[in-house]
């Protein structure tokens, strides 16, 4: 065939998007044209073996493009192949709801032949910080599909009506393949009911998501974290196939953080023990950026390990302990430390006068 009828051909198939026919024309365009502009036809060559390897890569996140948003073409979804995280720490209660999650999900066929619908739907709660983000990276890593993560900050748009027209592209996006749909920071869509305007633009996303709950295909999964699930459409709770409430760590959860975030061997296994004792309140992230301050610490000043260690637990919990507990830190660093730290130093970790540092230690 001539080019010149082969051009029309090979716009029409791009802008068809499609893909097999553009190979097609374009092998028989370099067949065309190989004897008179080798360096063209080669080229041409090249770029159908990049298209390839781009296809391979984008098949294997995703049968689809991305969804964008129409108006400004700002990708609505990230789209992460799955990357292995460390085990969450989570509660004993919270690690069986998991488990089972994912139990039924590593038995999707043998549970879809026996006529039972896997669980599909998972909403994740918990106040900033303890890992929810983490944990369903965690689940989708497991499973190994890929994580979609609803952006929503180009999702929700500023023009009215488009925010679930943007969030039925995503689902779209989610069901059209095996992956876990994310919708992160959920919250960030539930806070906009305090806004009378949007009322009718949060009806219609609620309203989306009521329907697709219902009908999620079980080759997918769909999940979604908040930090106010008291912002959620009752109806929207309702239709998750597990609710999980993570709650921040308690002493044992704050143990095994510190000893997954400290570096092996670098603080006594003891002091660890000691120190998750004093750490009420902090989050899995925050003991994660505790530990990552201990480290950079001892690395760039060459402090004793145990005494960044202490002296960060310090700085960042003190505030919210009583005298009592004030008095055993004291002690705990008495111990740890020996004569190596001054009262004055220790009463600036904790917030107390070297005086009264000194009748804490007497006593
Ligand atoms: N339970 C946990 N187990 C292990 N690591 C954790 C845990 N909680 C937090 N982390 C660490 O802290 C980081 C931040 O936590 P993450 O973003 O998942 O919290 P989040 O609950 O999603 O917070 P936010 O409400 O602010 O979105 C994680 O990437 C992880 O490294
Ligand atoms: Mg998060």
Redesign the pocket.
Known sequence: MKLQKLLPQLIRAALDQDQQQVRRTAMSIVREIRAEEPAVAKEIAEAMAYGDISQRASRSVGINPTPSDSENHSPLALVQEPTP??E???SPTERVALQEFLDERSHLQSLLSSGLEPSKSLLVT??????????ITHIASVLKLPLVTLDLSTAISSYLGRTGFNLRKVIDYGQSMPSVLFL??FDAVAKRRDDPTDLGELKRIVNVLLLELDRWPAHSIIAA?T?HPDLLDPAVWRRFDLVLE?SL?GERERTD?LE?YLPEGLVPKDLVRAVASFTDGL???GI?QLCGKVVRKNLIHGERPESCLLSEVGLRCAESWGKATRERFCGCIKDALGDSVSSRQLGKWIGLSHTTVQRYLRD
């Not at 106040?127 to 929810?132: F, I, L, R, T």
């Open positions: 995280v460390p969450p720490v989570l918990g106040p900033p910080g303890v890992g929810k983000t983490h944990l992160d920071e974290a930090n993570i760590p953080l997954m989050s899995g992230a994660r």
